[in-house]
């Protein structure tokens, strides 16, 4: 078996992924590393490659060689039985249709497979689906209803409806912010919701090497900004957001955090790991989201649920790989 770290893609999301991939390399040194790159070619990278980018959530990596197709690279991994370590997020590598490529390959790979990837992407059909699990989510606002909708609520928030990292979101504090969520929404879906005011916290679910469940502790997020909201400047950029593990939350908001993460996981048919975000309303925890490749950086809020769990990160990983080896792939 040969275990490959595979990183970068061809979203915005890129930037991430190289700062994941050298946590990744850090816990696992002697995997090899596969840079995916934005022109959709793949590039065999060497570790001093990845660990001398220095600043990795502001400077594009460049892997330095011509490298070779995706599809080709994907086909070498299936004749080599590599396991793919997928230090992805986002876009088609989020998707679902990286894991679908790997699927009808029967390559192995850590985390959710294609549809439960396709599905949790997608926050309008995430969020249908989790309310049959009785995991409460905000009301939708079509692109029509805004102004009626801002006139109701006050506040709106409008974000990719498949993106990650926080990326796009606008904040509708005024009728010119409506202009704004239009002029976004030409180039790609918006999700619009009322703004829900209360504590940001987001809940980690792990599947575990035996294959049961459980979630992490929840974590409280306080963005540098004052409230704001927690969008990508804040999560990787700003030094003065916090993020608390455990949280500061009452006994009984923590289980509820805990058990709508891990009926989310379950409803979506997510594998390995994820980590749902919510809104602490004054109705309790509601839904926003969940990432079937959360960050593995070492600012990501997943490997601080780790250890606040008592998981080191490289045994996660090895218990992500050996799943990842049990599981039988469709065969092509």
């Known amino acids: ?72 690279a994907l086909d070498q991994a299936k004749d080599e039985g590599r396991v793919l370590v997928l230090g992805l997020h986002g876009g088609r590598a989020e998707n679902g249709e990286l894991q679908a490529m790997c699927e009808i390959r029967g390559i192995r790979f850590t985390g959710s497979g294609s549809a439960a990837s396709n599905l949790a992407f997608d926050k309008i059909a995430a969020k249908r689906f989790v309310a049959t699990a009785g995991v409460e989510a905000p009301a939708a606002v079509t692109l029509d209803n805004m102004e009626g909708a801002f006139a109701q609520y006050g506040r709106l928030i409008a974000k990719p409806a498949r993106d990650g990292s926080s990326y796009g979101l606008i904040f509708v504090n005024s009728t010119q912010d409506l202009v704004a969520v239009r002029t976004a929404a030409k180039t790609e879906d918006y999700v619009v919701e009322p703004f829900i005011a209360g504590v940001e916290a987001t809940c980690g679910v792990l599947e575990q090497s035996d294959g049961s469940l459980i979630s992490l502790p929840p974590i409280e997020i306080i963005p540098a900004d004052g409230g704001f909201g927690f969008d990508y400047r804040a999560k990787y950029l700003a030094k003065a957001t916090q993020e608390i593990c455990p949280g500061r939350f009452s006994q009984e908001i923590t289980a509820l955090l805990m058990d709508k993460a891990l009926r989310a996981h379950r409803v979506l048919s997510c594998r390995g790991y994820s980590r749902t975000d919510f809104i602490i309303s004054d109705k309790g925890p509601i839904y926003l989201e ?31 790989i050996a799943l990842a080896e049990k599981r039988t792939q469709i065969q092509p």
Do not use: C
């Open 1 to 72: 078996m040969r275990t490959t770290i595979l990183f970068g893609g061809t979203n915005k999301e890129r930037l991430v992924s190289v700062a994941s991939a050298q946590a990744l390399h850090a816990a696992l040194p002697d995997a090899d590393l596969w840079f995916w790159d934005i022109d959709d070619t793949v590039h065999q990278v060497q570790s001093e490659q990845l660990l001398g980018h220095l600043k990795p959530f502001e400077d594009p990596f460049k892997p330095g060689d011509r490298g070779f197709g995706l599809e080709q």
């Open 290 to 320: 969940t990432n079937t490749l959360p960050g593995l950086t070492k600012a990501s809020l997943y490997p601080k649920a780790l250890k606040a769990q008592g998981i080191e990160f490289v045994d996660f990983l090895h218990d992500q």
